[in-house]
């Protein structure tokens, strides 16, 4: 069977689901001593409680400004890093083991990193305000949108503010996406070689079977990591007033708090959102593929 074509030029694919993604940050960063929402629903109903429907979406801006270049950087990588674990020595090209599409995978979540940590620090700095005015009535937020969050950023670590927990993006990401990516190849080319067809004839539904799957593994895989990457990048910008100042830091911090767990907080709309986010979003990178032909 052919390797499975590779389109390294895909500039839009849908934007991750807010909603639940606001919900899970919420749930991660909120105190373990006075929490505001006692679940992922609970969370929900106050958000639009207080804050209408926007609330909801609080940080999509952020999203929204890079999701295309991200996106755009994450499948070229993917793309690339195949390319390259399938050149041989003497130029010609093999068909990659399903090992080698982990390992393609865990070079994109590298690359990739380096996108989504400033993407992700500034969404999450904004949806933690709500929190904390909830928390401390005299708490009065530095920031309100995301122009004001980038100068905020800037003034207090200069060209380092937007990539604030860059370290333990990269640390989540790189396994992450071995999983996420190496999964989804992998089983579209089970389904092929069940079915006796190539990669690029599998129907859509197949395709978007695979994609729930890997989007389910991913967060399965990681889940922990997540967390403590969440804590880190909704903590102060300021140096001095940070209380998770590194990895192993923050996940001693969250350990005292809840145990094992207090990592497994706002899993419930990640899994929730898992399967069918991951199912549209890969199910129509790969349709595009094929209808490109490339």
């Known amino acids: 069977m052919s ?19 606001t919900v899970k940050v919420r749930l991660q960063t909120q105190s373990n001593t006075k929490p505001i929402y006692s679940g992922a629903l609970d969370c929900f109903k106050k ?27 994450f499948f070229a990588a993917f793309a690339e ?13 093999k068909v990659l083991t399903d090992m080698d599409l982990f390992k393609a995978g865990a070079l994109t979540g590298l690359v990739a990193s380096l996108t989504e940590a400033p993407i992700d620090f500034y969404k999450s700095q904004l949806q933690v305000q709500t929190i904390r005015m909830r928390s401390d009535p005299n708490y009065k937020p530095p920031f309100t949108n995301l122009l004001q969050c980038v100068r905020a950023s800037l003034a207090h670590n200069g060209v380092k503010g ?8 990269v640390l989540r990401n790189v396994p992450a996406n071995a999983v996420y990516l190496g999964s989804f ?26 994609g729930g799957v890997a989007g389910t593994l991913y967060w399965l895989a990681i ?26 830091a923050t996940a001693r911090a969250l350990w005292a708090e809840g145990g094992a767990g207090r990592f497994l907080r706002g899993l419930s709309p990640c899994l ?11 199910g129509t990178v790969s349709r595009v593929q094929v209808m490109l032909g490339a």
């Open 47 to 73: 958000t639009l409680q207080w804050e209408g429907v926007k609330g909801l979406y609080k940080g999509m801006s952020s999203p929204m400004a890079g999701q295309m270049f991200f996106r755009a950087t």
């Open 185 to 210: 190849d992998a089983l579209k080319r089970k389904f092929a070689e069940r079915q006796g067809i190539e990669v690029r004839d599998l129907s859509m539904p197949h395709t978007m079977a695979a």
């Open 272 to 282: 929730m959102r898992a399967v069918p986010a991951n199912a549209v979003m890969l």
């Open 3 to 21: 390797p499975e074509p590779d389109v390294p030029c895909l500039k839009q694919t849908p934007l991750p689901p807010l909603p639940a993604d």
């Open 223 to 248: 889940y922990p990591l997540d967390v403590i990457k969440s804590a880190m990048m909704t903590d102060s910008m300021v140096k001095g007033e940070r209380r998770y100042p590194t990895m192993a």
């Open 162 to 169: 937007p990539f604030q927990g860059l370290g333990i993006t």
């Open 81 to 93: 890093s195949k390319a390259l674990l399938s050149r041989q020595p003497d130029g010609s090209m």
